[in-house]
C-alpha cells in the first residue's frame, strides 16, 4: 500500500509509528529518504529538502503487513474481519487508545492533525468502502477491483479515519442546519434496509438538537453518514459508526433505568454528539478523554431535554448516577497514553449537569457550551483549557469545585491541574 503524507511543518526529521507493520520505502520528489527503524514501531525519516514553514510537501510512504484483528472492537481494536450474515465480507477499523498506527503509518498522537486527508481503498467489485468525508469518485480498475477515493476537508483526529467494507447499499437525506444544507448519507446492509430507514430518522432528531446546544455541525464541508458496521459503533469523523441493531437504548438497556433512555437510540445520539465534543472539540492526551466522553454522556440528556421536556432529560442524567464508581479520578495520567476512569462517563456528565444547576441561567449555559465550539473549533486541547474557559464564562465556577469532582477527594489520584 501507498500513503501520501503532506507535511507541514519545519522539521527535516519526520517521525512516523507504524505498529506490527513493515515501511518498506519513503520517497520526497521521487528521491529515496533514509528511514531508521527504532524499537518495533517508530520509524524516523530524514528529510532532504529544506521545509519552509507553511509550504506544503508530500512524502509517500510504501508500507505492507497483515492488520491486527480487532480482539474487542471499538475498545481493543484494529480491523474486524466478520461476515454480513449472506457469506459477503463485512470489515471495519477502529482504532481509538490504540492510536491508528496499529492499521496505518501516521504521526501517532493526537495534539496533531492534518488539515485535510485522502482516503483511497480498492475493493472487489462486489463490495463498497465507505471512510471519512466526501466521495470524489470510483475507479474500476476492469479486473474485478475498483478504488474508493474519499476526501476529508477538515482537520481530523487520527482515531477519527476508517475504513468499512460491505456489499453496502445508499440511501440519502438533506438536513436544513445552522449552516445551511447538511448532506446525510446512510450505508447499511442490504437486509437492513427497511429497518435502517425508520431507525436513521434519529440522525436529524439528533443534529437539530445538538446544534441548538452545541451550535453549528463543525463539519458542513464533510457531510454527516451513518455507516454500519460489525461492532457497536464509534465516533468516527463525519462517518459516524453503527452496529447497535436497530434497536432504541444501548442494545436495548437504559443505561438510566428511567426509561427515558428507551426513547431513543444510544449510538446514533452519543456516536453523534462527538462530532461536536471529541472531533471539532479534541483532546491533545487521552488523559484527558473526560473532555470526549463527560460531554458526550451530558448530551445524551440534553438530546432527551430538546425532544421531551427539561425535567425528561435531567431525570435521564440523574439515573446515569448509578453507574458511577468512585475508584479512580476521571483524568488520567499525561505522557504516557493513559486515559482515566469509565467515570469520565456517568460522573462527568453529572458534573456538567451540576455546573448548570450553580451557572443558575439556561440560556447562559447553553452560550457557554455553544462558545466551546465556536472558539475551539477545530482545536485539540487539554482539559485545563476547557476548565478555564466555564470558571471564565461562567464566573461562578471555581476550580476546586472541577477538583473534586474530577478526582476523587483526598485522595492520591487527586491529579487535575
Ligand atoms: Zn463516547
Not at 482504532?95 to 504521526?107: E, I, N
Not at 474485478?144 to 467494507?165: L, R, S
Amino acid at each position: 500500500m501507498k500513503s501520501i503524507i503532506r507535511c507541514c511543518f519545519p522539521a527535516r526529521l519526520c517521525k512516523l509509528t507504524f505498529k506490527h507493520r513493515f515501511v518498506s520505502n519513503v520517497e520526497q520528489d521521487g528521491q529515496a529518504l533514509a528511514v531508521t527503524q527504532q524499537g518495533r514501531n517508530a520509524y524516523f525519516v530524514e528529510l532532504k529538502k529544506e521545509q519552509s514553514k507553511g509550504s506544503q510537501q508530500s512524502v509517500t510512504v510504501w508500507y505492507s503487513g497483515i492488520p491486527r484483528e480487532a480482539k474487542n472492537a471499538p475498545w481493543d481494536g484494529g480491523f474486524s474481519w466478520k461476515d454480513d450474515g449472506n457469506g459477503q465480507p463485512f470489515i471495519a477499523t477502529s482504532c481509538q487508545g490504540l492510536g491508528a498506527s496499529v492499521w496505518w503509518p501516521c504521526k501517532d498522537h493526537a495534539y496533531d492533525e492534518p488539515d485535510s486527508q485522502a482516503i483511497s481503498v480498492t475493493v472487489p467489485t462486489t463490495l463498497t468502502n465507505v471512510s471519512n468525508g466526501r466521495l470524489r469518485g470510483v475507479r474500476d480498475h476492469g479486473d474485478g477491483t475498483h478504488t474508493f477515493d474519499w476526501f476529508v476537508a477538515n482537520p481530523i483526529n487520527n482515531y477519527g479515519v476508517n475504513v468499512n467494507i460491505a456489499p453496502y447499499t445508499h440511501f440519502a437525506d438533506t438536513f436544513q442546519g445552522e449552516k445551511g444544507l447538511l448532506t446525510l448519507d446512510f450505508y447499511v446492509l442490504p437486509q437492513n434496509l427497511e429497518k435502517a430507514k425508520v431507525q436513521f430518522q434519529q440522525a436529524k432528531l439528533t443534529i437539530r438538537a445538538f446544534e441548538h446546544w452545541f451550535g453549528p455541525y463543525p463539519f458542513y464541508e464533510d457531510g454527516y453518514k451513518l455507516v454500519e458496521v460489525p461492532y457497536l459503533g464509534m465516533e468516527h469523523q463525519s462517518s459516524v459508526t453503527y452496529g447497535n441493531r436497530y434497536m432504541n437504548g444501548y442494545l436495548g438497556r437504559d443505561l438510566s433505568g428511567t426509561g427515558w433512555g428507551l426513547k431513543w437510540d444510544f449510538i446514533i445520539i452519543h456516536e453523534s454528539g462527538h462530532e461536536w465534543f471529541a472531533n471539532n472539540i479534541t483532546y491533545r492526551d487521552i488523559a484527558d478523554m473526560w473532555v470526549h466522553e463527560s460531554f458526550t454522556n451530558y448530551s445524551e440528556g440534553l438530546y432527551t431535554e430538546f425532544h421531551f421536556g427539561k425535567e425528561a432529560g435531567a431525570e435521564y442524567i440523574r439515573g446515569t448516577r448509578a453507574g458511577i464508581e468512585n475508584r479512580q479520578p476521571i483524568v488520567g495520567i499525561y505522557g504516557v497514553n493513559s486515559k482515566g476512569s469509565g467515570d469520565m462517563y456517568p460522573k462527568g456528565g453529572n458534573m456538567l449537569h451540576t455546573i448548570r444547576q450553580i451557572v443558575d441561567d439556561d440560556e447562559k449555559w447553553r452560550s457557554i457550551l455553544r462558545g466551546l465550539n465556536r472558539d475551539f473549533y477545530h482545536q485539540t486541547v487539554y482539559g485545563s483549557q476547557i476548565e478555564a474557559y466555564i470558571i471564565r464564562q461562567s464566573g461562578k465556577i471555581w476550580k476546586r469545585f472541577l477538583n473534586s469532582t474530577c478526582a476523587i477527594p483526598k485522595s492520591r489520584f487527586w491529579s487535575i491541574r
